[in-house]
């Protein structure tokens, strides 16, 4: 029979990841590097694809997923403006860090805090 380990005891005081010599967004002129620095620097996401979540905390590996549609809360109609043709394609397998940043901030930001952070973030780079 195996032994039961106890889970880990929480900390007092949360450890923050504090980048060092990382690139920035600033020195790429590519839209798709560029999102995709965004992506890992201000989107939560997990490396434990059991806790992840379909569109609101993906595995690290489907950060450049797009979805469809934004979710919506129930009762609450999506509403999009579309301008001319749009084109007709299958979003469920469509992988673009540019498209899956932009998507997620459109509506898909965990938090006001969150949505400050990168607004000051991106303001900066």
Same mark, same amino acid.
């Given at each position: 029979?195996?032994?039961?380990?106890?889970?880990?005891?929480?900390?007092?005081?949360?450890?923050?990841? +504090?980048?060092?010599?990382? #690139?920035?967004?600033?020195?790429?002129?590519?839209?798709?590097?560029?999102?995709?620095? &965004? #992506?890992?620097?201000?989107?939560?996401?997990?490396?434990?694809? !059991?806790?992840?979540?379909?569109? !609101?905390?993906?595995?690290?590996?489907?950060?450049?997923?797009?979805?469809?549609?934004?979710?919506?809360?129930?009762?609450? +109609?999506? !509403?999009?403006?579309?301008?001319?043709?749009?084109?007709?394609?299958? +979003?469920? *397998?469509?992988? #673009? &860090?540019?498209? *899956?940043?932009? +998507?997620?901030?459109?509506?898909?930001?965990?938090?006001?805090?969150?949505?400050?952070?990168?607004?000051?973030?991106? *303001?900066?780079?």
């Amino acid at each position: 029979m195996g032994t039961i380990s106890a889970p880990p005891e929480r900390r007092q005081r949360p450890v923050v990841p +504090a980048p060092v010599c990382t #690139s920035m967004p600033d020195g790429y002129t590519g839209s798709e590097k560029r999102a995709k620095l &965004f #992506s890992v620097y201000l989107r939560p996401w997990v490396l434990d694809a !059991r806790w992840a979540t379909q569109g !609101r905390v993906p595995h690290i590996t489907d950060l450049n997923l797009v979805h469809a549609e934004p979710e919506a809360e129930p009762g609450e +109609a999506v !509403r999009r403006r579309l301008r001319g043709k749009q084109e007709s394609h299958d +979003a469920t *397998a469509l992988r #673009s &860090f540019d498209q *899956a940043w932009r +998507a997620y901030i459109r509506g898909q930001v965990v938090s006001k805090h969150a949505k400050q952070l990168i607004v000051q973030f991106m *303001a900066a780079c």
